[in-house]
C-alpha cells in the first residue's frame, strides 16, 4: 500500500538488458569442460548398471550394505552434531565478548582446518594405537594392550576435531554479518542478556549453523583418510576395500554411486539454505558482552579444544620427526615425494584456470539457463568424494582408453574435475568485481571482443584467478584417494606417502611429509584471516 | 508538575578515547511530548540517546526515566528493564519472525491474546501485513513496524535515531506526518534525534539544539527559529543574514536602516534576518543587485549584492522572481534578532 510506484521499482531493480548471445569461441570451450566433468559420474551409472537390475537390487539389499549405510550416517550425525556443540560457544566466545586475546584464540580455532584427515588419522593411531607412542611410554610398566582406537569412537574423534571450523567461521561470520541493534532493540523490548541470545542471536545464527554442519557432513561422508587409518567400516573405506579385494568390482561402483545421491542430497540440502533472503546485516562493531568471572571456564574450553585438536597432533608429529632423524631416517627421498607433489599440483592448477575461465566468463556475462547450468554442472566435483571419481576413473581407463590408465594425464585430468569449483568460485567473483561499463569503455574506444577480453577484462580479474589457481594447488596437495588410486606406477607424492608410512607403521617416515603438508595447507588459512581482518 | 517529567537529564556527561562526545546535557521531556534532539553529525545526540536507553553509561550526571532514576551515581539499571522503547535508525526488525511476531516480542503472552498486538498493528496502519517477513517490507512499512514493535509494549518513552534517513527523499515528508499522527494517537512520549532542521521543525513539539555536546538551546520550534540563543544557532536552524550594526532604544540601525530590535540594552551589535523578511522591489535606483536566484517551485531565494560587498539572500513566493543583474531595493518585514558584539 505504502511501496513506491511500479515504475520506480523497476527502474531500482535495473530493468533487464536484452539477451546477448555468446561467442561461439566460448561456448565451445565451456560444452567441452562440462563433458568432460559429465564423464566420471556418467560413467559410473553406466558401469553399475551393466550387469542388471538384479544385481543392483541384489548390492543394495543385501545386510552389509544397509550396515555401511547405516555407520555412514551415524558417523556423519555424531561428528556434525559435536562440531556444532564444539564451534558455536566458540564463535559467540571469539566475536562477542570481552575474551583475552580473542583474535589469537579466533585463528588458533580455525587452523585444525588444515590438517589432512588422514594425517589426523596418522596422529591418532600413532599416538594411542598399538606400537604407539603411549604404548611405548606404558610397555615398561608392562602394560601390553591399550584400549582399542580403531573404530567409531577414533574416527568421531579424529573428523570432529578436524572439521570443527567449519562450523566456527560460518556462524562467526554470521556473528560478525548480524546487526548489534537486533540484540540492543531485543534488551530495550524488555528480554534478558540469556532471553536475547535464544530468542535473537541463536536464530539470526541457525542458518549459518546449518550450513556449516552440512558442510562437516559432506566432509565426513567423503572423508577417506581418517576412517580408512582407523578402521571404520563406512563408505569410502568399504568401496575401497571392494575395490581392491574383490574379483567383481560392480559392488564397488554400485556403492560409490549410493555414497554420490547420498552427497548430492545434502549438497542440495545445503544450497536451499543457503538461498534465504533477509539475513544480512551491517558490520558496526558490538560492544563486547563483559565475561567476568565466567572468563576462566572460556578460556579453559578455548585452550582444551586448540590443546586437542591443533597443539597436540603438531606434537607428535614433532616427536616422530624427531625420532627419525635421531634413527637416520633418509630425508632424500621426502625431496622426490614434494617434488612429485608440486609437479601434480602444478599442472592441476593450471588446467583447472584455465577450464574455469570459459565457464566463469560466461556465467558472468551471459547469464541465462544454460550458463547457469555450465556453473553448476562444476559443482559435480564437490558431490563426488575423491573415492568415487577415482574409482569411476580406473574402470573407464582400464575399459576404454587404456593408453590412459596409470598415466600423470589421467590423474591431472580427475584433480581438474574434483577442483574445479574452487577455480569457477573464484575466477567469478574476480569477473563480477569488473563492471561491464569498464568493458564497453574499451569497446566504445575501438576494440575488439578478443582484445578487450586481453587488455582490460584478464588484467583486472587476474589477481583472482591467480587466487582459484593457488586454491586448486594446495588443495591437490593434500588430496589422497586420487592418488592413491589412479598414479602412474611408482609415482609417489607426499600424501601416498603418509599413508604408505602410516599403514605399515612407520610412523617415523610419515613425520616430515605430514608436517610439510601442513604448513603448505597453512598458507591459504592465512590469506583467509588476513582478507577477514582487513576486509 | 515534576511527576509530568517521563525523561530529565541532569549533566549527563560520556567520552571516547579522551574526547568528550557529550559535556553535561541536560533536558526535560514532559509526558505527550515529542521533542526533537538536533545537531550536526557527531554532535553527541546519538550517543545521548543510546544512555537513555541503557546502551552506554553516563560517566556522570544522572538520567530519570518515568520518575526513577535509570542512570547515576552507582545506579544503571539494565535496558530491558528501563521501560525505554527504541526505533533504530536501520529499524533492527528481527529478520526471522513475522511483522506480527516483530511486534508482539516485547509483549508478555497474556498481554498478546488480548489484542494489544492487533491494536497497535491498527495504529500503525500494518493491519493484513502481519505475516509478512521484514524483508517483503517497503522501507516505510519496515518503519512502521519498527514504531509499533516499541510502542506495544506501552513505554515510557519512545527514542528514534534518525528516524528518516534510510527513506529516499520523495518519501520522507509522507512517513514525518503518518509517524507524528501515530505517536500522537498512541499518546506517546517520545524523543527523536536528526541532523535535518526541518524535520525537527516540523515533527517535534519541542527542539532541543545540541552543538559539541552540548545543549545549547531548548525551545518550541517557532521560537527556536524566530528567537535562537546564539548566530550559530539562528545559522543552523536555517538560512540566515547577519549584518552589524548598532541598538539604540530598541531599533538596530544597520545597512538597510533602521530596523526593530526588542533587546532592553543599547551598543555594537550583530543582527539577523531571516530571508522571509527582506521584501524586494524592482527599482533602477536600488542600492542591491540582483546576482543569483534558486527557485524551487513554492519558493525561491534571491541573492543580493550590496555596493559594500555585503551580500543578503532573500526568499520570496513562487511567482515570476527578478532577473539576474537587476537592480532592487530592500524593505524589512517584522524585527530583527540582534546578539551583542
Known amino acids: ?535 | 508538575m515534576s511527576a509530568d517529567v517521563m525523561v530529565r537529564l541532569s549533566g549527563v556527561s560520556r567520552s571516547y578515547n579522551g574526547t568528550k562526545a557529550v559535556r553535561g546535557a541536560s533536558l526535560e521531556v514532559r509526558k505527550g511530548e515529542v521533542l526533537g534532539l538536533l545537531g550536526p553529525s557527531g554532535c553527541g545526540k546519538t550517543t545521548t540517546l543510546r544512555m537513555i536507553a541503557g546502551f552506554e553509561p553516563p560517566e556522570s550526571g544522572t538520567i530519570e526515566v518515568g520518575g526513577r532514576v535509570v542512570a547515576g551515581p552507582g545506579v544503571n539499571v539494565a535496558p530491558e528493564r528501563r521501560r525505554v522503547g527504541m526505533v533504530f535508525q536501520d529499524y533492527a526488525l528481527f529478520p526471522h519472525l513475522s511483522v506480527e511476531q516483530n511486534v508482539a516480542y516485547g509483549l508478555p503472552k497474556d498481554k498478546w491474546r488480548n489484542g494489544r498486538v492487533e491494536e497497535v498493528l491498527a495504529l500503525a496502519h500494518l493491519t493484513g501485513l502481519e505475516d509478512r517477513m521484514p524483508h517483503e517490507l517497503s522501507g516505510g512499512q519496515q518503519q512502521r513496524v519498527a514504531l509499533a514493535r516499541a510502542l506495544a509494549p506501552e513505554p515510557a518513552v519512545v527514542l528514534l535515531d534518525e528516524p528518516f534517513s534510510n527513506l529516499d527523499a520523495a518519501l520522507r515528508a509522507r512517513v514525518r506526518s503518518e509517524m507524528r499522527e501515530i505517536l500522537l494517537s498512541a499518546g506517546a512520549t517520545a524523543v527523536f534525534v536528526t541532523h535535518d532542521q526541518e524535520e525537527a521543525l516540523s515533527l517535534a513539539d519541542e527542539v532541543a539544539v545540541m552543538i559539541e555536546g552540548s545543549v545549547v538551546q531548548v525551545a518550541p520550534p517557532e521560537e527556536l527559529y524566530h528567537d535562537p540563543a546564539t548566530p550559530e544557532i539562528a545559522r543552523f536552524v536555517g538560512e540566515a543574514n547577519f549584518l552589524e550594526g548598532h541598538v539604540e532604544n530598541g531599533c538596530i540601525s544597520c545597512l538597510l536602516g533602521e530596523v526593530p530590535a526588542s533587546c532592553p540594552w543599547n551598543g555594537e551589535a550583530e543582527a539577523m534576518l531571516r530571508p522571509e523578511s527582506l521584501r524586494l522591489t524592482a527599482d533602477p535606483e536600488g542600492e542591491a543587485v540582483v546576482i543569483g536566484r534558486e527557485f524551487y517551485g513554492h519558493d525561491q531565494l534571491v541573492k543580493l549584492r550590496f555596493p559594500s560587498g555585503v551580500i543578503l539572500r532573500s526568499r520570496l513566493g513562487g511567482g515570476p522572481g527578478f532577473k539576474v543583474g537587476e537592480r532592487v531595493s530592500v524593505e524589512v518585514a517584522g524585527r530583527a534578532v540582534v546578539f551583542p558584539r
Open chain 1, 1 to 535: 500500500m505504502t511501496g513506491p510506484p511500479a515504475a520506480l521499482t523497476e527502474t531500482l531493480r535495473g530493468g533487464k538488458a536484452p539477451r546477448k548471445r555468446p561467442p561461439v569461441l566460448l561456448t565451445l570451450p565451456a560444452a567441452l569442460v562440462v563433458a568432460a566433468l559429465m564423464l566420471p559420474i556418467a560413467y559410473l551409472v553406466v558401469r553399475s548398471f551393466e550387469s542388471g537390475w538384479e544385481t543392483v537390487a541384489e548390492v543394495l539389499l543385501d545386510g552389509e550394505t544397509l550396515a555401511v549405510l547405516g555407520r555412514s550416517a551415524l558417523l556423519a550425525a555424531t561428528v556434525t552434531g559435536a562440531s556444532v556443540v564444539l564451534a558455536v560457544p566458540l564463535a559467540w566466545l571469539t566475536t562477542r565478548t570481552d575474551l583475552p586475546a580473542r583474535r589469537t584464540w579466533a585463528v588458533l580455532a580455525a587452523l585444525p582446518l588444515v590438517i589432512p584427515s588422514y594425517v589426523g588419522g596418522f596422529v591418532l593411531v600413532s599416538a594411542l594405537g598399538p606400537r604407539g607412542m603411549l604404548q611405548g611410554v606404558l610397555e615398561p610398566l608392562g602394560v601390553q594392550r591399550l584400549p582399542e582406537i580403531y573404530g567409531f569412537p577414533g574416527a568421531t574423534l579424529a573428523l570432529t576435531i578436524f572439521s570443527y571450523p567449519y562450523v566456527f567461521l560460518t556462524v562467526r561470520a554470521a556473528l560478525r554479518g548480524t546487526d548489534p541493534a537486533l540484540e540492543e532493540a531485543s534488551r530495550s523490548l524488555g528480554s534478558g542478556a540469556w532471553a536475547t541470545f535464544f530468542r535473537v542471536t541463536l536464530p539470526q545464527m541457525r542458518p549459518a549453523i546449518v550450513a556449516g554442519g552440512l558442510l562437516v557432513a559432506l566432509y565426513t561422508l567423503s572423508d577417506f583418510g581418517a576412517v580408512s587409518l582407523l578402521q571404520y567400516d563406512s563408505f569410502a573405506r568399504e568401496i575401497y576395500l571392494q575395490y581392491r579385494s574383490a574379483f567383481d568390482r560392480t559392488p564397488a561402483a554400485i556403492l560409490a554411486l549410493m555414497l554420490v545421491l547420498l552427497t548430492a542430497t545434502i549438497l542440495l540440502v545445503e544450497g536451499r539454505t543457503r538461498g534465504r533472503a533477509g539475513y544480512y546485516g551491517r558490520a558496526r562493531e558490538a560492544r563486547p558482552v563483559v565475561l567476568g568471572r565466567w572468563r576462566w571456564p572460556a578460556l579453559l574450553l578455548c585452550g582444551g579444544v586448540v590443546a586437542v585438536s591443533l597443539a597436540a597432533p603438531v606434537g607428535v608429529l614433532l616427536f616422530w620427526l624427531l625420532r627419525g632423524l635421531l634413527a637416520g631416517e633418509p630425508l632424500r627421498t621426502l625431496w622426490h615425494a614434494a617434488a612429485s607433489s608440486l609437479y601434480a599440483s602444478g599442472l592441476a592448477a593450471v588446467f583447472a584456470a584455465l577450464a574455469a575461465l570459459p565457464i566463469a566468463v560466461l556465467a558472468v556475462r551471459f547469464p541465462g539457463k544454460l550458463s547457469g547450468l555450465a556453473e553448476r554442472a562444476t559443482y559435480l566435483g564437490y558431490a563426488l568424494p575423491g573415492i568415487v571419481l577415482a574409482l569411476s576413473l580406473v574402470f573407464f581407463g582400464a575399459n576404454y582408453a587404456p593408453w590412459a590408465y596409470q598415466t600423470l594425464g589421467l590423474l591431472v585430468f580427475a584433480y581438474v574435475v574434483h577442483f574445479l569449483p574452487q577455480a569457477v568460485g573464484a575466477t567469478r567473483s574476480a569477473l563480477l568485481q569488473v563492471r561491464p561499463s569498464v568493458e564497453e569503455a574499451a569497446r566504445g574506444l575501438g576494440r575488439g571482443p578478443a582484445s578487450v577480453l586481453a587488455t582490460v577484462t584478464a588484467p583486472l580479474a587476474s589477481s583472482g584467478i591467480l587466487a582459484g589457481a593457488a586454491l586448486v594447488f594446495l588443495t591437490t596437495m593434500k588430496e589422497l584417494p586420487a592418488t592413491l588410486l589412479l598414479s602412474p606406477t611408482g609415482f609417489e607424492t607426499l600424501a601416498t606417502r603418509v599413508w604408505s608410512a602410516t599403514s605399515e607403521a612407520f610412523y617415523a617416515r610419515a613425520a616430515a611429509p605430514a608436517l610439510l603438508l601442513i604448513l603448505l595447507s597453512a598458507v591459504p588459512m592465512y590469506l583467509l584471516v588476513i582478507r577477514e581482518r582487513t576486509g
